[in-house]
């Protein structure tokens, strides 16, 4: 099945999940959550999304996180706990739902462990589907600092996997190509340097709990849907 019929197969009408994504930046993750959303018509939540909702609405949760967001520090659980706490309970979320960077930790875990427990989803408790992205180092690195995009158009190439015609230069309007700062390889080494300390060992937290399935996240967008999919609609997403 390719992502393509994936999107476009008959629904599924049970409801599933929660469904947690986890990988190291550039394992795809983004990409899946987007597949998976649309498959099953159930919203996929951002911590970044909440958080820029709530300083919209002008919440005083939000107050207190946009102070702490302008002075270029990260918002502490105390302040993004409650959000997403808010954001889980609308009606949207009764069916499945897909956290997109949440949790980040295990003591983010603990505390998303306690609230499902708390309530019901669609009239039952539900356990989480965890699924991690593995993919190596090196592949990684390419994925990220291999990135190019046009300031024109917005489209974006790899110089290592899905290069322009012309070196640097986009397919559709011939202007030069760039490389974002934050795709540079002293910021990626850092990045994926941060992820090991902080976000890894929540693929042992799940692991121990029995709750982790691991895809392989060098094989193509179709493949790894796949997989996700089998994952999802087995017997991991309680259907």
Known sequence: MTAN??????????AIGPVILLGAPGAGKGTQAKLVAARYG?????????????????????????SVMK????????????????????????????????????????WLDKYLASRSFGGRVRRPVVINFDVGYNQLLQRLTGRRSCPVDGKIYNIYSQPPQKEGMCDSCGSP???????????????????????????????????????NGELSVEQVTRQTLDVIEGPAGER
């Open 5 to 14: 019929t994936a999107l476009n197969a008959t629904p599924v009408p049970a």
């Open 42 to 66: 159930i919203p996929q939540i951002s911590t970044g999304d909440i958080l820029r909702d709530n300083v919209a609405r002008g919440t005083e949760l939000g107050k207190k996180a946009d």
């Open 71 to 110: 002075s270029g520090a990260l918002v502490a659980d105390d302040l993004v706990q409650p959000m997403v706490a808010d954001r889980l309970g609308r009606l949207d979320c009764d069916h499945g739902f897909i956290l997109d960077g949440f949790p980040r930790t295990v003591g983010q875990a603990e």
């Open 177 to 215: 190509l760039v490389q974002r700062k934050d795709d540079r390889e002293e910021v990626i080494s850092e990045r994926l340097k941060e992820y090991g300390r902080q976000t890894l060992p929540l693929v042992d937290y799940y692991r121990r709990q029995g709750s982790l399935h691991e895809v």
